[in-house]
Nanobody, 126 residues
Framework: QVQLVESGGGSVQAGGTLNLSCQVSGYTYSTYSFAWFRHAPGKEREGVAALDSERSVSEAASIQGRFTISQDSAKNTLNLEMHSLKPEDTAVYYC????????????????????WGQGTQVTVSS
């Protein structure tokens, strides 16, 4: 049974930094796509960044140059380093996984992912 558990959310001021982590357990597939999504009140869920087992990375334009997605295979974690945070980054952040490779134009589409964490709140104040 695949489980994804996010941590690292919190409240910071604009310009600050947060590091999110997603602990992955029960995932035995050698092929995968992992991603971070976020959902802000009144908005649709948005793909933030994704990586796959071929080490391909996809990023939303809104976070390029500020956020970095990575994985730690030894710890079985998916990470999201977030720098220069803005109030518009405020949202619940979710990690997600699917046991297949996705083309770049599908990597940030939530409909592609079948495993989801419970989310962690990120709040950025101005």
């Amino acid at each position: 049974q695949v489980q994804l558990v996010e941590s690292g959310g919190g409240s910071v001021q604009a310009g600050g930094t947060l590091n999110l982590s997603c602990q992955v357990s029960g995932y035995t597939y050698s092929t995968y796509s992992f991603a971070w999504f976020r959902h802000a009140p009144g908005k649709e869920r948005e793909g933030v960044a994704a990586l796959d087992s071929e080490r391909s990375v996809s990023e939303a334009a809104s976070i390029q140059g500020r956020f970095t997605i990575s994985q730690d295979s030894a710890k079985n974690t998916l990470n999201l380093e977030m720098h220069s945070l803005k109030p518009e980054d405020t949202a619940v952040y979710y990690c997600a996984a699917v046991p297949k490779l996705l083309p770049p134009w599908r990597a940030l589409k939530d409909a592609e992912y079948i495993y989801w964490g419970q989310g962690t709140q990120v709040t950025v104040s101005s």
